[in-house]
Structures are given as C-alpha cells and as structure tokens.
C-alpha cells in the first residue's frame, strides 16, 4: 500500500496539467492529503517487518543490466515517508495563496514530493539514484520561477550544488555496481542483496567517502553546506519547507542507505571524520546564525546546525546514535519547515526579512499567532523538552557520549550558541517594542483596558489565514506528540537501524 | 483519595497543567473564568500534596516511587518515574501553598493588564512543571522540568514586551542558565554513560543507590560539578547570578514565585536530591564537590549582600537577598546540613514571597514606582502592608524566637560552625548576618519611614484581593517557626527521616545569643546609619567610590559584556566572514573557473574547431561561387556551350579513331 504514495503524487502531478488553475491547490490538497493518510496508515496498522527491508513491489525494469523496479520499506524509510507525507501537506497550505501559475507550481511541488517518496522507498540502487535526481530539477523551477531574493542566484546554486553531489554518487554507485555485477549475486543493483554483500576493502576505503560526500552535500555536511542558506532565501515558502524538511533528509537518509550498509568498513574507516565535520557544523552553523539580518538566513544556518546532529548520530555507529539520528531527521523535518513557513507568514504581510526593520513593527501584538508559533518552534529548535528536537538530541548525545566524548563537550558550546540565536531572532522578530519607547519607567503595559484596539504600530495586516493556522498546528501537534511520546517513532526505527550490519558490535 | 494521589502523583502537576492550557484556549476577554480557573488548578494541586504529605507523616523515612519506560532503546531502557518521600512533600507543600497566595495577589495586581488571561496562563505552566520537578524521581525527567521552568520564566519575565529591558533581561535570563544547563546536560550523559540508569531511587538499581555508586567510584566529583554547574545557573550562584537581578523586569508576582521562593531554590533543591553523588567517597563528610559547593555559596552569599546595600530599586535589593540567601543554602548544604538548607529553603520560600509581594503591593500603591528614594513614610499610608513586610523583614535578618527564618539560619550557622575543613565560611556567614540585617533596614527606613518623597504621596492601601495574601503568608512564616525550633526540631527529623524529639534545653546555646546580639547589632547600626536618608544614600557620602564599585553589581555585567558576550560574537564575527568569503568564495572561485574553462573552450571551439569548419565552408562556397557563375541563366550560353562540347567530343571521337 505504501507505493501507492508514490503514484498518487504523481498522478496528482499529471491531473495538475489539465485542469483549470482554480482547482490547482485542492488537487495539490487531496494529493498530499492522501498520501500522509496512505502513510499513516502504514506506519501504524500495516503488519510490515520493520527490522528488514521487505520488498513491496519488485518489477524488471532492464533486466540486462540487473535494474528492478524494486521498493522496500522498513523502520527507517517508514519514519521519512511519513515526514514527508506531513511537510508536504503542510507545504501546500501554506502556499494557499499562490496565484501565479498556480498550477505549474503545484506541478513541480508534486514532482519533489512525489521524488522523495521514491528515495525513501527505492529498494534499487539504479531507482534510488533516478528518483534522487528527479527531485533536483523541480526544485530548480520552484524556485528560480516563485523564489524571492536573488532567486536565480540561489536556483543555480543549489541546483548545481546538488549535481556535483549527484557526479559523486553516480561515480560510487558505478563502482559498487563494477564489482557487485563481475561477483555474479544475481541482482547487482538491488540494496537488499548488496547490503549481505562484501565488498573489497580498497573499494570500501575510497567508495564510502565518495559516495557518503556526495549524499551528504544534500544534507548540509559542512564546509559543503553554503547552498542550504542561500537556497532557503531565495526559495518560497513551500519551497524552503520541502528543502529543510525533505530534501536536507534524502541526502542523510540516502548516506545511511546506500553508503554505509553498502561500504560498512569504509564507513568505520571514515566515521571519525564524519562526527569532527559534525561538530564543527554544529557549532560553526549557529555562530554564523547569530550574526544573520535576514530571518530566513537564520533559519537557514540553524538547518545546517541541526542537521550536523543527524551526521554526528550517524558517525556513533551505535544503534542508539543511528536511530537519534533517524529520530532527528524526522524531528528536524518538522521543525525547519515549521520555523520556515512562520517566515514565510511574516514575510508575507510585512513584505521584509530584515530583523531590524521587524524589531520596529512589535509584530507580537499584531499577529499574535504567529508570535505563538515562532514561540513554540523556537522552543522546540532550542531542544527544550517536551518537543521532538530533545528527544532526539539526547539519543544522540548519550550515543556519542560512548564514542566521541570530547565531540559532546564541543556540542555543548554549540547548544548555548542554538539559544543565543533563537532568542535573538525570536526577539527581533517579534518581542521587540513596536515603537521605541524612552523613559523606562512608563509600563507600557498599562494601557487602557478597553485593549486589543489600541496598537502601537498603526500597521494592521491580513489575518492569518486558516490554511496557514491548520498547517502550522499540524506541525506543532507533530513535534509535540513525538517529543512527549517519542517511543512511537522509536518502537519502529530501533529494529530497523539494529538489523544494519555496519554498527560497531 | 490519600492512595490515588501516592499511586498517581503525576496527578498534581496535572492540575495546574490542565488549566493552563484552558486558559489558553479562553478568548481573553475572559478575566474573571482564567483567574478563577487557575486558582481553582492551585487549589487542587494544594488539595493533592496535601493528601501526598499525610502518608509521608506516618513512617519516617517513607519513600513511595513509581517507575516506568519512557522509550526503549533495543534492551535498554529509558526510564522515568515519580517519588514522594519527605523533601518531595515538603517542596510539594510549600510550591502549592506559596504558589496559591500568589495566584490570588495577581489577580489584584494584574486587574489592569491587557493580557490578563495569557498571564494565568503561564503561571499554571510553570506551576505545573514546578511541580513535576520535585516529584521526579530520574534525573531525566527532573531535567526536562527543570528546562520547562526555564521557558516559564522566559515568558514571564519578558511578559511585558513593551519594555525592550524585559525582552532583554528575558533572553539573559536563559542564556546564562542555559550555560549552567549544558553543564547539568553533560553531567547527566556522564552518569548515564557509567551506571546506565538515571532513575534516583529503583529498589537498588537506582543511580543514588549503592550499586551504581559504587561503579561510579572517582567520577562521582566530576559528574556532582557538572551537574553543580546547572544548580548554580537557575539559583543563583556566583559567577551565573547576573540574570536574577534583571529578572525582575518581569511582574512583581513572577518576581516572587519564580525568582524568589519556588524557582530559583531548584537549585539549592537539586543538590540535595542528587545528595549522594556529592558525598561519595568522602571523608567525615567532605568530599571535593562539596567543598566548591562551600565556597561558591560563601562567595555568593556575602557579594550578594554587599551590592544589595548599593542598589535603589525595591525588587532588586529583593533580588539580591535572594542571591545570598540561595548562597547560606549552598553552603550549608556544602557543609553537610542538607535539613538545614531545605528548611532555610522552605521558610525562605514563605518570607521572601512575603517580601516580595510586599514590596509588588508598595509598588502597586506608589503607581509603579519602584524606586526607594521616591517612596517614604508609607507606614501609615499602607498599614497592613508595612506591618507584613516588617515579619518578613524580621524572619530574612533572623530576627529572633518567633520568626522561622531566625530558627533555620541558626541551623545552618550551627552546622557551619561543625565544618571540618574550615571555620573561615562560618565566620563569613555570621557577618552575612550583619550586612542582611544592614541592607533590611536600610530598605524599610527608605520605603516605609520619614516623609514622603514624591511618588509616595498619593499611595494608598492595597485592596483585600492583595492584602490578604500578605496576611497568610505573614501568619505561615510564623506559626511555620513552631516546627523548626531546636527544641522540637520536628521539620529536620522529618527530613532526615527520624523520629523527632522534644528538648527545652537544646534552646539555650550559645550560638543563639551570638547571632541575636549580630542582628541586634546590625539593626540598630542601620537605624543609626540611615536614620536620616534622603536621595542620596549616607554610604554614597562617605565612600562614593566603594558605593558606586557596589551599585555597578561589581561591574560584573561589564566584564562578561567584554569577555564571554564579546568572544561570542567575535567567533559568530568570524564564522559569518568564514562563510560570507572563504567558503562561499571557494564556491565561487569554482563557479569562476568552471565560467573560465566555458570561455576557454568557446574560443577554442570558435577559432580553432569551428574555425577549420568554417574554411571549408567558405572553400566550398567560393567553389559554388565560381560555378554559380557559369549558371548564367542564358540560353545562348548553354546552347554555345553544348556546341563546343558537341564540337570537341565530335574532335575527341575523330581523333581516337
């Protein structure tokens, strides 16, 4: 059933062409509306074998060359096709209001969506690698055509950013496929069998890093990370939802797919490396975030902050640090398009990203909502707990805490410099004073009880609409329920990630 | 109803919890529903420890724990519980009671505020994840609630936006504890990572409990710093106490629970929880990481009460008492008087609350001035008012006999005085005793006595809705010292888990008869003093220097202003110029030499490809050209033409034949 999310988006995609602009957003709608319904339902009723990669549908596609049509699930892909099924339908409210050639924009959201969901369930190396690069070019025209900000720039960059990853892998998984084909295993390309496979050690020391680097640029590793900010700017809103809460996945869930259940001692050999650039993006991503002006900027940087979390989980090599990691892609998934679709609100109505001209608007009285949702995502970034984000870092902090204790130390700073930036974004966002106010000793606050008319900044915008307050409620509830409750997620990722073979046992 | 409560404590932060988010769903123009509704949470919530604290009072040393999994990681898992034994229900007893007066005082204090509703709602918040903490029984679970008081107290001290101090002291607020709780965080992931359980109290698997002590062996002194570390932010403690003074931008009410009874005694909390970890391996009763503790209180304590004689604003004078009285905690929780520091802790709860509420109904009468040299002669214009804050006053200085406050510091100077290491933190403390007693009175002459100076003349009474919290608490900080006199010394046995004993003669020591001659003393040398203030201060007069070194917090704020605030933002500085030209620039420069390789091989292409293509090109059309010209279009020429052809293959025939 769980392919079906696939198709549906697709079809969604195809119906998009033909039918009027008016119905372009409802279609987009019951796309993606269908598709978290599909995946729900599978990730809490379907009897699938979450600690193996069971196939669900297995089709020759060219059998010369050993490539099925071959999609799998378990614990792992299960937990990011669910994200994806919940960003995207957030996404789409969110863009509610896109008039312009809202069908076409509608049309390439799908195409991403509809590529991710294949990523997840591809159980062919071939497939994955064509859905991987599917998801690229959409994402070029979402935002080169609907971006903001020196959209151009950031398309390019990002599109050309996600080709050089796409060469690296392409380079690896022609490799893996060289030996993997003379070795006579019978499918060469098909994940399940190659994760058995042994592959040579030379090919594993050089193997792993090329095609771990290559995923990992999609993933923010840092010093490879200067798309993420620019290419969040630039994107719209439903844009830079897909890119933080999707796209950045693909690539670490990709890098723990493909790269270490193909190359496990490659990826012993390599790990230390993985968790220092970890760290230092970490701590390197949230310095620079504290000096940002644009809003988006911020968010952008603290998505790379976040995600280095995911690479250091995956660098412990211990079930509990992969399973943080998986937990935090899906946490971070969330809550980057949470915090970014706030963004998306604000610039709407106020037609600016700047900080300082934001700190003058006092926009906590004027959208209250908003201000409510930035407080939460704001907590929930900070991994304070109660939120998906603490969870999901403390697995991976008592994982690393075994492996690299030094490195948790480091994060530790980082985590300080996470509150520093949050706070002061989240108060020159909204909590600054509208006007400036002289002579402290006048409580503002007193003001006449007659109340809500009387606001400072005579500006007044549109409401927040109720599309955008469904959406944002939809992710709020979502990383509440798992960080109060993250055994629901946890339950099915453990076997799962336990079943891999490159842990250190 | 006592059974349901000790096998479901979680019921009582649920209560508050439940409201809060009531309130939250409330329209705000529904006052009076929020206000009732969050008193009503309070008193359930007051209702349950009640139920909870009786079993506690049957058996000494009762001890009540419920533990399950909150997420399983392969065969390991994760637990978290709940415990009731004596420090819980104590804590439990004084947060719900303290938190109920207060509840009630802002609904008098807050009338007028806009976000009246939003206000309860957060108070229930914080008084629910208050709550929580005590009763937690696994470090995890305390650390979650110890970082949800910390949002609490964001929200609250930044409650009035339109101050751009409020926003400021809020986000300082939790970026210093949030130093100390990355501290507390690592502390936490150490003792996971050497005895695999956090959970206090576990029929013997517990991580308090001789098995796992023992795996712990010499890491025991680190882990109980680490976790020192995060005690020290929310209470207080030297060098993080810079945000509890700025704290105070937040409402007056705020001020009181959070920043002066419940919250900020987390901390002197917290050590006595994890207790165990800091004695470990110590001898009579002295380990390294109580040593620290010792001296970080002693340090807190006397700097706290030096500024507080400099400073002129009502709350922070509040303020800075409570960062000393925090730091007597500390150190006689340091020394071994863990009894000691919990009862100080829970009479300082009543007092200071008192104090401070006290102080909010001053400010609510003189319009919300909160400077002491614009009050004065308030006593007869806000009777009821001045005679509590006179019985809190008494019980901060330890004024003697009737006063709880007066009985619980004696304990701790008794237990200071039996400090093995060093008498040096005993006799500190006794001036601690001086100075308090110094600055009380300097801030009672201030607001309460002389002529009125500008912002007190038009004060008047609080209304009941406020008064009458003061009266409780006034009567609780007293009838609180019947049970913690040493002659019956009833609150430390139950603590300690003893049978009380009833004993006239531990009354008369001589310890007593020197702190009271010491409060005596400092009291009458501050009425001596400050006798005659007016806008300046006497100690202004005579030792400006010293005066204003006290007023600037010791330039303390200036020093992290210049170190730790500014490496911060020279390493973002850095990191940003980093990425702005070094990482990006190599992008560029890649996209620069791809660009130049492009104009590279165009030109190639151009001139040396293309151009050998075009040769051929323009060879083949000259070629045409030239033929073109024999394709003149005439028939005549054709005609000739075939002539001469006809002529010469007729010849060419001719010839070969």
Known sequence: MIAWTIYITFIGAVVLLFVPCTFARWIALITTAVGLVVSLATFFCDQIDLAHFTTIVRVPWVPMLGMN???????????????????????????????????????????????????????????????????????????????????????????????????????GIIAAYATSAKANIGSALDLQALAQFQFPMQLQSWGFPVLFLGFAVLAGIWPLHTWAPTGHVAAPTAGSMLLAGIVMKLGSYAGLRVAMNLFPQGFQMWRNWIAALAVVGIVYAAAVALRQRDLKFVIGYSSVSHMGFVLLGLGTANALGVSGAVLQMFSHGVIGALLFAIAGMVYRRTHTRDLDALATMGLSRTMPFAAFAFVIASAAS????????????????????????????????????????????????????????????????????????????????????????????????????????????LDRIVPAVEAMRFLTK | MIQLIVANLWLIPAAPLAVSLLILALSSSRRGSAAALAIAGQVIALVFATAAFL??????????????????????????????DPLAAAMLMMITLVGLCIFVFSVGYMADDRNF?????????????MLGLVIANSLLLLFVCWELVGLASYLLIGFWIERPSAAAAAKKAFITTRIGDIGFFLGILWLFGRTGTLVFYDDGRGCLENASLVALGATATFIALLIFCGAAGKSGQFPLHVWLPDAMEGPTPVSALIHAATMVAAGVFLVARVYPLFTLGGINGVTPSLTVVVWIGVITALMASLIALAQFDIK??????????????????????????IMHLIAHGFFKALLFLGAGSVIHGCHHEQDIRKMGGLRWLMPITFLTYVVGMTNLTGFPFF????????????????????????????????????????????????????????????????????????????????????????????????????????????????????????????????????????????????????????????????????????????????????????????????????????????????????QTTAGARGLGRVMSAWHSGQVQTYLGVIAVGMLALLILYAWLT
């Open chain 2, 117 to 129: 509703t939003r206000f309860f709602s957060y108070l229930s918040f914080f008084s629910a994840a």
């Open chain 1, 69 to 171: 049509y071959h999609l799998a699930a378990d614990g792992v892909s299960l937990t990011l096709v669910l994200v994806t099924g919940i960003t995207a339908l957030s996404a789409v409210l969110f863009s509610w209001d896109v008039e312009h050639r809202s069908n076409e924009f509608f049309f390439w959201l799908l195409l991403v969506v509809g590529g991710s969901y294949g990523v997840f369930l591809s159980a062919d190396l071939f497939l994955l690698f064509v859905f991987y690069e599917l998801v690229i070019v959409p994402k070029y025209f979402l935002i080169a055509t609907w971006g903001s900000t020196n959209k151009e720039y950031g398309a390019m960059k990002l599109t050309l950013y996600s080709f050089l990853g796409g060469t690296l892998v392409f380079i």
């Open chain 1, 382 to 489: 900070m991994g304070i707990p109660g939120f998906s984000g603490f969870a999901a870092e403390i697995t991976i902090l008592i994982a690393a805490w075994k492996a690299y204790p030094i490195a948790v130390w480091i994060t530790g700073v980082g985590m300080v410099l996470v509150a520093a930036f949050t706070l002061r974004a989240l108060k020159r966002s909204f909590f600054d004073s509208g006007v400036a106010l002289t002579g402290g000793a006048t409580s503002a606050s007193f003001v006449d009880s007659g109340g809500t008319s009387s606001v400072s900044s005579g500006e007044r915008f549109e409401p927040i609409t109720l599309a955008e307050k469904f959406g944002a409620c939809l992710l709020m509830f979502t990383t509440l329920a798992v960080g109060l409750y993250p055994k629901l997620l």
């Open chain 2, 316 to 341: 922070r004078i509040l303020a800075y008492s409570t960062i000393s009285q925090l730091g007597l905690m500390m150190v006689s929780l340091g020394v071994g008087g863990v009894a000691a520091g």
């Open chain 2, 403 to 614: 006063f709880s406050g007066a009985w619980t510091k004696e304990e701790i100077l008794h237990a200071t005085g039996h400090w093995p290491v060093s008498h040096l933190p005993h006799y500190l403390m006794l001036a601690g005793v001086v100075l308090t007693a110094l600055y009380m009175s300097r801030q009672i002459i201030y607001v309460f006595f002389g002529n009125g100076r500008g912002a007190s003349e038009h004060a008047h009474e609080s209304p009941s809705m406020m008064t009458m919290p003061l009266i409780v608490l006034a009567a609780c900080s007293i009838l609180f010292s019947i049970v913690a006199t040493p002659a019956w010394s009833w609150l430390h046995a139950y603590l300690n888990g003893e049978p009380a004993r009833f004993d006239l003669s531990l009354l008369v020591q001589p310890m007593l008869f020197v702190s009271a001659a010491l409060v005596f003393g400092g009291i009458g040398f501050g009425i001596f003093i400050y006798r005659n203030v007016a806008e300046t201060d006497p100690l202004a007069q005579k030792q400006p220097a010293l005066f204003e070194f006290l007023q600037k917090k010791m330039w303390l704020d200036e020093f992290y202003r210049w170190t730790v605030v500014a490496l911060g933002q020279l390493a973002a500085h850095i990191s940003d110029l980093l990425d702005r030209y070094f990482w990006d620039g190599l992008v560029r420069a890649f996209a620069g030499l791809g660009q130049l390789f492009g104009i590279f091989t165009a030109n190639f292409d151009e001139r040396g490809i293309n151009a050998g293509v075009d």
């Open chain 2, 55 to 84: 079993p506690t009072l049957q058996t000494p040393g009762y001890r009540a724990l419920q533990n399950f999994v909150w997420f399983t990681f392969g065969d390991q898992p994760l637990r978290i519980g709940w415990v009731l």
